[in-house]
């Protein structure tokens, strides 16, 4: 688990005597900081120290980082065989050509398997870490609670999400970053495929002769 408290992250371990120990790193004390590939991040700090997580998710997954490097103004960089160039500008047109085609292409599937009072709702979700697009059900245009399970990265019930762009590095000084553009984002057949298998094929097995079970 990884709390963000007000002058520093906490990373504790599942269970500490057989994962490490917890890592405590104040955000005033961190000079840059390198997420290398493989899943570990580590965060040089300005006594020439270096403190290293073992939790790609601290990247990934928490908001708070990326508000973390913005306010703090410290660089990061990803060291991996596959990194990014892109703006966020570009990240911005893409998203939205993609917003459109998924939009098109869930609600084609939705309507023919549940009928035309559901529609998928696609809205664009963009942080300093990346941009996601986030899928909401509405029934009959109101949102169906019961069938978004997950949460979005403001906090709202969604069904799923696809990832658009992960940043590759923050430059603090212009407070600017380089994103990777995921294939899923590029590609049609790759982002249809996608769509099918890990968020319409999951989010069919919820239903049972036309009603919602237990998964």
């Known amino acids: 688990m990884v709390y963000f408290e007000e002058d520093q992250f906490v990373s504790k371990p599942p269970v500490s005597f057989l994962f490490g120990k917890t890592v405590k790193v104040k955000y005033e004390d961190i000079e840059r900081i390198e997420f290398v590939d493989g899943g570990d991040v ?8 270096c403190k290293k997580v073992s939790d790609p998710g601290i990247v990934m997954f928490y908001p708070e980082f990326g508000e973390m490097i913005k306010k703090y103004g410290i660089p990061y960089l990803t060291k991996a065989d596959e990194t990014g160039e892109a703006s966020i500008e570009t990240v911005r047109e893409i998203a939205a ?14 309507k023919e398997k549940l009928g035309p009072e559901y529609e998928f709702e696609v809205l664009i979700a963009e942080g300093i870490m990346g941009t996601v697009l986030e899928f909401r059900l509405l029934k009959d245009g109101v949102l169906a609670k019961e069938l978004n399970e997950n949460e979005g990265l403001d906090g709202d019930p969604i069904v799923d999400e696809m990832d658009i ?21 590029k590609d049609t057949a790759a982002c249809e495929k996608y769509l099918e298998d890990d968020v319409l094929g999951f989010f069919y097995a919820q239903f049972k002769n036309g009603e919602v079970k237990d998964i």
């Open 165 to 185: 762009a992960f940043l590759s590095e923050w430059e603090p000084v212009s407070e600017t970053g380089k994103y990777l553009i995921l294939n899923e984002a």
């Open 97 to 110: 050509a993609c917003k459109e085609s998924v939009g098109a292409f869930l609600n084609r599937s939705v």
């Open 42 to 49: 580590f965060f040089y700090l300005s006594n020439g120290k």
